[in-house]
């Protein structure tokens, strides 16, 4: 995991879910440690999205569940920047 990639998506994390930035770790639940529902996985998802110039199918994004899972597939699949 780049830190740069895992930055940029802590930094959105943060601000679409208002939650502290120390309450988010590569192993944070979206919705268990983060109290995401799911329009802000939504939200999350489409925010994702605009940063890392991909598309997060709807069967991938159900797939996406940890701040980790998010990192590993942005990784794979966000065009170079």
Same mark, same amino acid.
Not at 30 to 52: G, K
């Given at each position: 995991?780049?830190?740069?990639?895992?930055?940029?998506?802590?930094?959105?994390?943060?601000?679409?879910?208002?939650?502290?930035?120390?309450?988010?770790?590569?192993?944070?639940?979206?919705?268990?440690?983060?109290?995401?529902?799911?329009?802000?996985?939504?939200?999350?998802?489409?925010?994702? $999205? $605009? $940063?890392?110039?991909?598309?997060?199918?709807?069967?991938?994004?159900?797939? =996406?569940?940890?701040?980790?899972?998010?990192?590993?597939? =942005?990784? $794979?699949?966000?065009?170079?920047?």
């Amino acid at each position: 995991m780049t830190a740069s990639t895992y930055d940029r998506l802590k930094k959105i994390v943060v601000e679409q879910l208002g939650v502290d930035e120390e309450e988010v770790k590569a192993e944070s639940s979206f919705v268990d440690d983060l109290n995401a529902d799911s329009l802000d996985l939504v939200e999350l998802i489409m925010s994702l $999205e $605009e $940063e890392f110039g991909t598309e997060i199918s709807d069967e991938d994004a159900e797939k =996406i569940r940890t701040v980790q899972d998010a990192v590993d597939y =942005i990784e $794979e699949h966000a065009s170079p920047a």
